[in-house]
C-alpha cells in the first residue's frame, strides 16, 4: 500500500501537470503572436491604403464601397478560410451639400460651418431668421424660451471637450436641446464646435438611420462666441442658413465578415469587430481604421500561427455604426438563433491609445476567463477592467443577446481632440502604439478562443432585464429612444416561447 502523502501528491501532480503544460504552449504560441504583430511589414501600409488612398466611408458613398471590397481582398490576403459580405438596409441616404451660414444683420460675416449628419435639408434659398441664445442647452433651458423659439434660430452654446466622458455630456446635451427645440417650434438649431481653432466635426443626432426633425449645423467656436457677444449686448442678431442636404429612401449597405477556422470546434465562436464606415471631414483614421487594421493584423497573425484555437475566431466589420450601430444590429438580428455558439464578443472602437483593460458590460462572471486569457500580456498593463454598460459602439446588441461582451478601454488623450473630425487623419496615429495595441488585442483574442470552457454562458432574458437595471443601461436606453424596442421584443433577446 503507498503512502497517503504520496497518493496525494501523486494525485496534485496529475491535475497540475496539464494545466502547467496548457500554459506552456499557450505561452509560446502567445510569443509567435506578439512576433509575427510586431514583424508585420503590412500594418502601416494597410492603414495609409484606408486613410489615404480610399478615405473617407460614409454609408452610401463610393468610398464606403471601396472600402468593403478592399476589406474583403485584404482578409483574403491575411489568410482567412472564408470572406463574404452581408447586406442590410439603412433607412435613408443623406450627403452634405455646400453648406452657407452667415451672419446678416447687424453686421455680415461668414461663419464656418458643417450640417449635422442626417439632418434635412434647409428650404430652397436658405432659412433667414433671428437667433435666439440656447443656452447650453441644459434640460428645460430652450423650453423656456416658449413661443418666442417659434420659427427661429437657437444657438447653443458648450464648453470644450478634453475627456471621452466631456464627450458623452456634449451628445446628452444635444439631444436634449434638439427635442426641447422641436417642441418649441424653432426653426433650426445651431451648436457651437466643443473644439477651439476653428476645427469642426460631424455627429448624428438620433440612433436609428433616420432623417431627424429639424436642419440642425455645427459651426465654429470663435464665430459662435462673437455671435454670443453680439446677443449679449442686446442686439438683434439675424443669419441665413443654407443647408442643401441630400438625402435619399432606403439602400443597402456591407458587413465584412471573415473567419478563421478553430482546430477543434469550428461552430463555435468568438466574435471581433471594429466598424469600417467613418465620418467624412476627416479620413476616419482613429475612428475606426486603425481598429480595421487591428483586424486584419490579427486575423493575419491567427491564419498562421501553428497552432489554430480551438474556436473559430470571426472577423465582423461593421458598417453604419456612426448612425447608431446599425450593422451589428443587423447582424445580431439575422443570427440571433447562432449566438448559443458565441464564446465572446470583442470590439475595438477607440483610436490607437494603448489598452488599459476591456469593459465586461456588467458581466463580473466572465473578470476570471478574461485575466486568464491575457494572462501572457499581463505585463503591459491592460487589467483595469471596467463592469460598465453602455449603448456607444458595437458590442450594444450582443449585450442585449446575452451575449458576453468585451469593449477595449483604451487611453483617449490623442484620441477625443480629433473625435469625427478634419482633424481625423494619417498623421495623428501612433504606429508605434497600433502595434502595441494589435499585440495585445490578438493574444487576448487567440485565447479566449484557445480556452478549453466558453468565456461565459449566453444571459436569459431575464439576467438581461437585471444587468440593464443593476447597471443603469435602462436608462440610457429610456433616454435615447430605445427601450420600447426591448420592451417589446423587437431588439434583443426574444421571451422564450
Known amino acids: 500500500m503507498r503512502h497517503p502523502t504520496y497518493c496525494a501528491f501523486a494525485l496534485l501532480t496529475a491535475l497540475v501537470a496539464p494545466l502547467a503544460g496548457q500554459n506552456l504552449a499557450s505561452e509560446r504560441v502567445s510569443e509567435r503572436i506578439l512576433s509575427t504583430i510586431a514583424r508585420s511589414s503590412s500594418l502601416e501600409p494597410s492603414l495609409r491604403t484606408l486613410c489615404d488612398e480610399i478615405g473617407p466611408r460614409l454609408p452610401g458613398t463610393p468610398g464606403m464601397k471601396r472600402a468593403v471590397e478592399w476589406s474583403v481582398d485584404a482578409f483574403r490576403k491575411a489568410g482567412a478560410d472564408s470572406v463574404r459580405t452581408e447586406a442590410f438596409e439603412i433607412p435613408a441616404s443623406w450627403q452634405e451639400g455646400d453648406t452657407r451660414i452667415e451672419v446678416t444683420y447687424p453686421i455680415r460675416f461668414s461663419v464656418r460651418g458643417a450640417a449635422s449628419a442626417w439632418t434635412p435639408p434647409t428650404r430652397r434659398g436658405g432659412l433667414r ?50 427635442r426641447e427645440a422641436a417642441s418649441v417650434g424653432a426653426a433650426a438649431v445651431l451648436f457651437m464646435s466643443t473644439r477651439p481653432h476653428g476645427l469642426l466635426y460631424r455627429h448624428v443626432n438620433i440612433v436609428d438611420g433616420r432623417l431627424d426633425v429639424m436642419p440642425t449645423a455645427l459651426i465654429a467656436r470663435e464665430e459662435a462666441q462673437r455671435v454670443i457677444r453680439l446677443l449679449e449686448s442686446n442686439e438683434t442678431v439675424r443669419m441665413h442658413i443654407r443647408l442643401p442636404n441630400k438625402t435619399g429612401g432606403p439602400f443597402k449597405d456591407r458587413n465584412v465578415v471573415a473567419d478563421v477556422l478553430g482546430r477543434e470546434t469550428p461552430d463555435e465562436l468568438v466574435i471581433v469587430g471594429a466598424h469600417l464606415d467613418s465620418w467624412d471631414l476627416g479620413t476616419g483614421c482613429l475612428d475606426n481604421g486603425a481598429n480595421v487594421v487591428l483586424l486584419l493584423e490579427t486575423a493575419r497573425a491567427l491564419a498562421s500561427a501553428r497552432q489554430r484555437p480551438r474556436r473559430t475566431v470571426r472577423f465582423i466589420l461593421f458598417s453604419g455604426e456612426e448612425l447608431g450601430l446599425l450593422g451589428s444590429r443587423a447582424y445580431a438580428q439575422t443570427h440571433r438563433d447562432e449566438l448559443d455558439s458565441v464564446s465572446a464578443v470583442v470590439v475595438h472602437d477607440m483610436g490607437t491609445g494603448n489598452i488599459k483593460g476591456y469593459s465586461l458590460g456588467g458581466r463580473r462572471d466572465i473578470q ?22 453602455f449603448f456607444g459602439s458595437d458590442h450594444f446588441d450582443f449585450l442585449l443577446q446575452g451575449v458576453p461582451t468585451l469593449i477595449a478601454i483604451q487611453d483617449t488623450t490623442d484620441f477625443v481632440p480629433v473625435y469625427h473630425s478634419s482633424a481625423d487623419t494619417f498623421d495623428k496615429v501612433s504606429l508605434y502604439g497600433l ?7 490578438a493574444v487576448t483574442i487567440y485565447n479566449l478562443a484557445d480556452s478549453p470552457e466558453p468565456l461565459g454562458k449566453r444571459l436569459t432574458r431575464r439576467e438581461i432585464e437585471e444587468l440593464l437595471d443593476e447597471t443603469d443601461l435602462d436608462k440610457q436606453m429610456k433616454f435615447l429612444g430605445l427601450w420600447e424596442e426591448w420592451a417589446q421584443g423587437l431588439r434583443g433577446r426574444r421571451q422564450p416561447e
Open 129 to 178: 431668421a433671428e437667433v435666439l441664445d440656447g443656452g447650453t442647452g441644459a434640460e428645460g433651458f430652450i423650453r423656456r424660451l416658449g413661443s418666442r423659439a417659434k420659427g427661429k434660430i437657437v444657438l447653443v452654446r458648450s464648453d470644450i471637450v478634453r475627456t471621452f466622458l466631456d464627450l458623452g455630456n456634449e451628445q446628452r446635451d444635444t439631444t436634449i436641446a434638439l
Open 368 to 389: 476570471t476567463g478574461l485575466m486568464q486569457a491575457m494572462e501572457p500580456v499581463a505585463g503591459r498593463g491592460a487589467n483595469a477592467h471596467s463592469f460598465d454598460a
Open 435 to 441: 502595434r502595441r495595441q494589435t499585440g495585445t488585442a
